[in-house]
Each structure stands twice: as C-alpha cells, then as structure tokens.
C-alpha cells in the first residue's frame, strides 16, 4: 500500500499562485523598510536553548520547537531548539556583532519562525515574521517611525487597520497602584487575552494567578474603561498618580501621541489600556495592528525593549520594533480580496514548439524578448498544437508566439492573445514594443 503523504499540522504548502502573491507581501515590506534605511540581516533557524529560554515568559517557553540531539549526544538533554520570533536572535546577533555594526543599527529580516501552539483559523506552527527594528538609541522618534513604516506598509497593500498603542511602564505603574508590583508578568498575560475570552474570564484567570479580589477590584476600573485616546490619557494620569514609573510610560505616551499628530499617519490610532503584549522582554511603548474590514487576530506587533541585549553580556542597549505577520496578512488579503489581479505566476508570453529548427528560431527570439524585461518560456515538446494552447490556457499565460516555416521565411512572428483570441504577425522589434506596453 502506497505512503499516504501529509504535511505537519500548522504548516503549509504553497502553490506557484500563492507563492507569487506571498512575495507580493515581502517585496512590498521590504521596499518600505529600505525606504526608511534600514538593511537586511538572517539568523539560523535554530538557536542555542540557551539563547532562546526565559525570553517569551513561561507560557513562550512552553511553545518552543526543541531540537532533539543526535549522534552520541543522543541521550542528553536538548540543547537546540527552532527559533520563537526574530527578535530575541537578532538581540543575539547584535552582542555576537558588534564590533561590525554601527549603532544605532537598522535592520530588517523576513524569515520563518516556529511556535508548538495550537492550530487553528490566522495561527500557525510554521510562519513568516518580517521584522523591522532599530538598536542602539532610546529616542521616541524610532517609535514614531516604526508608525510611519506600518501605515506605509498597510496603505501599499490596500488595508484599512487601527494601531493599538500601550506602554509596560504603565503597565507596571497599574500593578503597583492595586498593590500588586511582583505580579505585573501574571496581569499582563491575563489581561493581554481580553479581547479573546472577556472580563470575566480575564477576573477568574487573574485570581488563579494569585491576585486578590480587592485587587481585581481596584483593576477592574483599567479593563472596563471607555472613551477616546484623550480621555484615556487623562484617566490614567489620575489612576497612576501615585506611580513614578507609571507617570514616566504616560509621559511617553503624550510625547509619542502628539509626535503621531505632527506627521499625519493616516491610520486609526489609538491608547489601548488593555494591550498587554504578554511577550516578557518589552520595558516601554507596545504596539499591535488589527485589520479593520476583516476579522483577524494582530497583524503586527512589538514593542521597546531596553536591555534585551544584557543577557547575553552588552547591557544598556535600547531598541525597538515591529514585526509583520506575513501569512495572517496573506489571509486578509485574501478575504478582502486585495491582491492585484495583474499579478500572474507565469511567463507573459510561450513560445510554441514546432520542431528543432524552429525552435533554435525561438529561442533567440526569447533571449532579445528577456533582455527587454519581458518574462517567455518555451514549450519543451513537440506536440499537438492544442495541447501546447491548452497547456497556455490553464496556466494563465498572456500571449502564445508562433514560430513556423512561413514565419522563419517572413522573419516575422505570429503572436496570438489569449484574452481575446486576436492573432496578428509582427516583427520581433514590434513585438518588443507590444510587449513592454503595460
């Protein structure tokens, strides 16, 4: 009985169709990032253990991909494992760098990343992050333009989205302010799922955590408080009073709300009290993106992070960033059907096969044809000429150019559209010409 051949589950295939519109994505955040300076960087896809624990908080640390040990290290504890995100690598990579970067250091990276969550609809165990962050600098000016890189991104692509902005310093300022200080990892990661499971169930995990009542009751006003960044801004300022290190997040956040003013980022933004970002290695502002017109877990995320980089022996190091999440936004394309209909995975033109000679023909035909940026193939065998037609049709290609005695005695070229069925003879110079027309 013959291999019934899968795939793991949380992973995926992808066609030539879904390739081609996946790299509509990359090429698109990648032009923005350059736009902006920064420069490309990749990371192996597996990390030292040691590299990547205690980084993501217990619930992260759950999710990581070990790496079993071969050879006569078989029997010994694992110490590899798939990288969680690009972010605790790239901190890495700065330590084990930087003698040859110069700071602040602007890179970007699209790479893979592996997580062992649970599959299901917009989540994944194997997925593409295209990260952008900058290091080596503390200044709110990263933050703003890491915005304008977002709004950039999502306007290129044709998705309406709200920034949801937070910052772990006021986090932290409301864990002091309901006497809890030593419990700011189990509020954030409790409250980071609101949005999922409600305030109830948010109040109950809270309390599983360890969190008294009176606690929960003095928290209660954060989750459930409505009105616009302006009133949201004014009733922390209020609650956070007595919190030297909540009042200095909130600063930052006034500072950073009215540099967002100053520059025009078209995209909704908003102060989200409840966006917690349970990922353990931010210290300042948080940001995560939802599409608006679909429904979407966050699109893109990330966050200040102050001495990610100390771990690993260079201490004082700020950065920030943001990562993209490529297949979610693949899947809102999709449901938003947003992806350009020029957009093809085949060659504009095929040249039909009609024999040795008449091929050579071609071939240098389609060797000036590329050389004028017009992407052609060739049939590879001689065959029926509707099954070469046919063979065009099904994979979408433009324009089928024929090649033939009469032809080669004319020097001329028979193209024929597909689109329409019109067939007209042309010279290769004309044909040329035809062809770079959009």
Not at 73 to 98: M, N, W
Not at 379 to 386: A, G, Q, V
């Amino acid at each position: 009985m013959a291999q019934t051949t899968t795939i793991p589950k949380g992973t995926r295939d992808f066609n030539p169709t879904e390739s081609t519109r996946r790299n509509y994505i990359f090429d698109t955040v990648k032009r923005i990032f350059t736009l902006y300076g920064y420069a490309p960087i990749e990371t192996p896809a597996m990390e030292n253990l040691t590299t990547l624990l205690g980084k993501y908080g217990d619930e992260g640390d759950k999710l990581l991909f070990k790496i079993q040990n071969s050879g006569a290290d078989v029997s010994k504890p694992c110490e590899k494992g798939l990288r969680y995100d690009l972010t605790v690598p790239f901190a890495r990579f700065v330590v084990q760098h930087q003698n040859e970067v110069l700071f602040p250091f602007k890179r970007y990276q699209l790479q893979p990343v592996w997580r062992a969550d649970r599959p299901q609809k917009g989540r994944y165990r194997e997925f593409y992050q295209c990260d952008v962050d900058v290091i080596g600098s503390d200044s709110l000016l990263n933050e703003l333009e890491l915005l304008q890189i977002v709004d950039d991104v999502f306007k290129s692509l044709g998705i309406k989205v709200c920034i949801k902005i937070n910052n772990r310093k006021v986090l932290s300022g409301i864990a002091d302010t309901i006497g809890c200080p030593d419990k700011l990892t189990d509020i954030t990661v409790a409250i980071d799922k609101l949005d999922k499971i409600g305030l109830e169930e948010v109040e109950s995990e809270l309390e599983a955590r360890g969190l008294s009542k009176e606690a929960i009751l003095k928290l209660r006003p954060v989750l459930t408080f409505s009105g616009d960044t302006h009133q949201k801004l004014a009733f922390i300022k209020e609650y956070l009073s007595e919190s030297e290190c909540g009042m200095v997040g909130l600063s930052e956040l006034v500072s950073l709300f009215g540099l967002i003013l100053q520059v025009g980022i078209t995209s909704q933004v908003v102060f989200d009290l409840s966006l917690a970002r349970g990922l353990s290695y931010y210290t300042g502002a948080i940001f995560e993106v939802k599409a608006l017109d679909f429904e979407m877990g966050s699109i893109c995320g990330g966050g200040r992070y102050d001495n990610l980089t100390g771990v690993f022996g260079l201490p004082g190091m700020s950065g920030v960033g943001i990562s993209f999440g490529a297949d979610r936004i693949y899947d809102v394309l999709m449901g938003l059907n947003k992806f350009p209909s020029t957009m093809q995975d085949a060659p504009k033109v095929m040249f039909v096969n009609l024999g040795d000679s008449e091929s050579i023909t071609a071939l240098s035909c389609m060797q000036a044809l590329r050389q004028a940026g017009v992407s052609v193939a060739l049939y590879p065998d001689r065959t029926k000429m509707k099954k070469q037609f046919d063979y065009a049709d099904k994979r979408g290609i433009s324009y089928v150019a024929i090649v033939g005695e009469e032809e080669i005695k004319q020097e001329i070229i028979s193209l024929k559209d597909m689109n329409n069925g019109t067939q007209q003879p042309m010279t290769l110079e004309e044909m040329i010409k035809y062809l770079e027309k959009p």
